[in-house]
């Protein structure tokens, strides 16, 4: 059974200004591991091993009739070897709750993954955290949940669309 999840891809001018930013700061180092720009996302519930066909009638059921949700991409922070961008916007939240977020044992934090880093070398990402403490994207009404798939292959994993949900005009 595939590894699921379910997320928000921002548009490519969001990307574009992301990469822009990340680009004026300097050569990406400090032993960070970047995530490509395409894998980018928004997770808004990690379902583990499923059955894809079962999970994607439960998640159009679940997102049936929603709305799209304002997003906006906006300074970094870290978890413990997560350097990331906050994803802001009022109904991301109820949104990831219907895609299923509150079944975690965590409180749902709005991201998007830009790095990773060793968890015990904490210091690494605080170069890139002040910097990109003031960023600040264009706000974007997201009209599509996508189901992905997440496939470890050699150079690391694989993050594949397996189906996608349109949610309706804000």
Known sequence: MPVLFSALVPPDDVVEAVTGALGALGEPGDGLRWEPPERWH?????????????RAA????????????????????????VLWLTAAGRELTPLAHA???????????????????????????GRWTKALSGFRSRRWTATRVVLMTSEREPGGRCYRVARAFE???A
């Open 42 to 54: 928004v997770t808004l519930a990690y379902y583990g091993a499923d059955d894809l066909d079962t």
């Open 58 to 81: 439960w998640l159009a059921e679940r997102l049936a009739g929603r709305a799209g949700a304002d997003v906006r991409l906006e300074k970094a922070a870290t978890f413990p070897g």
């Open 99 to 125: 895609a299923g977020a509150g079944a975690e044992a965590r409180p749902y934090v709005p991201h998007l993954t830009l790095a990773r880093f060793p968890r015990e070398e904490p210091g690494l990402a």
């Open 167 to 169: 949610l309706g005009r």
